[in-house]
C-alpha cells in the first residue's frame, strides 16, 4: 500500500483565512518530501519542497513543516484565494529517483 | 516547448484496442516518468527512465503495458488489449538527474468503451 497518505480527502476554508493540509509518512528513510498542486484538468504542480535536514521552509504565501519523529508533513497557505481550490497531493522520494505520492486532499475555498 | 508534452490528450478506444501514448520531455532531461491517475486517486507508479533505459519497470499493472524512450527524449506508452480498468490519466514527468522536483505534462485522458 501506499506509505504516504492524507489525513483528510476534503477541506473547505473560508477565502481570505489559513490553510492547513496535512500528510503522514511511514518511510523513515525517506529523505526529501514534494508538495504538489493539482488543478481539474492539469498535471501537479510543484509548490514547495523540503530536505529531511530540515523541519522549514516558507516561500510564497506558503510553508511547508516537516516533523520527523511523528512522521508528519504539513502544508500551510496563508490568506488563501479562490486560485487555491485544487487537489493538493504530499510526495516522498523513498530513493534516488522515485515519489510516490498520497491520495490527496481537494481544498475548497468558500467566497 | 518549455514544458512536457503529452498526446493526445484525449483519447477513447474500444476494449481490446491498443493504444499509443506519447510524452515530449522538457529539453535535457534524462530522467522520464510515467504514471497512472485514476478517477478521484492519487498517482501511481508505472516505469522511470533514465535515459534510454528503464531501470524501474515494477509500477506496470502487466504485461499488456510496455514503454520505450528513443534517443534519451521521446517516450511512448503502449497499452496492449486495452480494457476497462485501463481507463484513467497517464502522466508523464521529467528531471534532471539528482533533482527531486519532477515536472508533469497535462496527461493523458483514457477512455476504453
Known amino acids: 500500500g501506499e506509505s504516504v497518505g492524507l489525513h483528510l480527502p476534503t477541506l473547505s476554508v473560508q477565502e481570505g483565512d489559513n490553510s492547513i493540509i496535512n500528510c503522514a509518512y511511514s518511510n523513515s528513510a525517506s529523505d526529501y518530501f514534494i508538495w504538489y498542486k493539482q488543478e481539474s484538468g492539469k498535471g501537479p504542480q510543484f509548490i514547495i519542497d523540503?530536505?529531511?535536514?530540515?523541519d522549514k521552509r516558507q516561500g510564497q504565501r506558503v510553508t511547508v513543516l516537516l516533523n520527523k519523529t511523528v512522521k508528519h508533513l504539513s502544508l500551510q497557505i496563508a490568506a488563501t484565494q479562490p486560485g487555491d481550490s485544487a487537489v493538493y497531493f504530499c510526495?516522498?522520494?523513498?530513493?534516488?529517483?522515485?515519489?510516490?505520492f498520497g491520495a490527496g486532499t481537494t481544498v475548497t475555498v468558500r467566497a | 516547448g518549455a514544458g512536457v508534452s503529452q498526446s493526445p490528450s484525449n483519447k477513447v478506444t474500444e476494449k481490446g484496442k491498443d493504444v499509443e501514448l506519447r510524452c515530449d520531455p522538457i529539453?535535457?532531461?534524462?530522467?522520464l516518468y510515467w504514471y497512472r491517475q485514476s478517477l478521484g486517486q492519487g498517482l501511481e507508479f508505472l516505469i522511470y527512465f533514465q535515459g534510454n533505459s528503464a531501470p524501474d519497470k515494477s509500477g506496470l499493472p502487466s504485461d499488456r503495458f510496455s514503454a520505450e524512450r528513443t534517443g534519451g527524449s521521446v517516450s511512448t506508452l503502449t497499452i496492449q488489449r486495452t480494457q476497462q480498468e485501463d481507463s484513467a490519466v497517464y502522466l508523464c514527468?521529467?528531471?534532471?538527474?539528482?533533482?527531486?522536483?519532477?515536472?508533469f505534462g497535462e496527461g493523458s485522458r483514457l477512455t476504453v468503451l
Open positions: 529539453s535535457g532531461h534524462t530522467a
Open positions: 510526495a516522498e522520494k523513498k530513493n534516488d529517483y522515485k515519489l510516490s
Open positions: 523540503i530536505r529531511s535536514n530540515m
Open positions: 514527468a521529467s528531471s534532471t538527474l539528482g533533482a527531486g522536483e519532477l515536472f
